[in-house]
């Protein structure tokens, strides 16, 4: 069985965990190194059993805890070739361990492969984490759904996806034009539409679990994505991944996924 959380998914920060109770990784380092131990304590969780941190792409949302995570716990780092030489992330080439796409590593009993994806970064990988006969899936800062994350959420027994924008609110909203067109040009995010096409062609059988994550602030709200993925969700819990909180501590396995009851629960975002 995998344990799967997100520690805080946005623009001010990601980083997620997913684990056994002998063994986990960190999937990004976006929040202090504070924040992180905090977080994982109020879960039951221990910064001990961190073996490793997987990092996507050097954006700062991504990286800001990671120095402090390293100085203070020696986790091993593992970054892409392309990721370690960008500018931001140049200091750890002589700490972090490089990765290659499709090429699986192994974290004691779990095993964690890249998949490129399309980013405005140098590098940038979404990745599978599986333990013996389950896989979870994270899959965030994706411009576009290609083959590579079709694939890859067919195999999955739970994921982190993104659901970044509301299409008529990013279009009427106040960015500037060519940050609008960023965001949606193929190589920024993709959208709530975009999300819930994935999920609806492709969603798994066993797929007990989805976190929607790296909702925009400013271009998307909570309820108009938890109403979007509720309605076609069948067997498949939907949970919205906080900016400003963990997530529970979702326990994920191989069994197929059982009807889900419908319970009203209030999450602060």
Known sequence: MLTLASL????????YYVGTSQEAVLIDA???????????????LSIEAVKAIFITHEHNDHISGLHKLIKRHAIPVYVSLGTRQNGSLVWSLKLSHSFAAYQPVAIGGLTITALPKYHDAADPHSFLISHQQTTVGVFTDMGRVCKHLIDAFKQCHAAILESNYDEEMLERGTYPQHLKNRIRGGWGHISNKQALQLFMEHRPEQM?????GHLSQHNNKPEIVETMFNAVAGNTQIIIASRYRETEAFPINSVKAKPREVVEQLQLF
């Open 8 to 15: 805080n998914s946005g623009s001010n920060g990601n980083c």
């Open 30 to 44: 976006g929040i202090s190194c504070r924040e992180t131990e905090r977080r994982l304590k109020r879960l039951g």
């Open 208 to 212: 007990s679990h989805l976190l929607l």
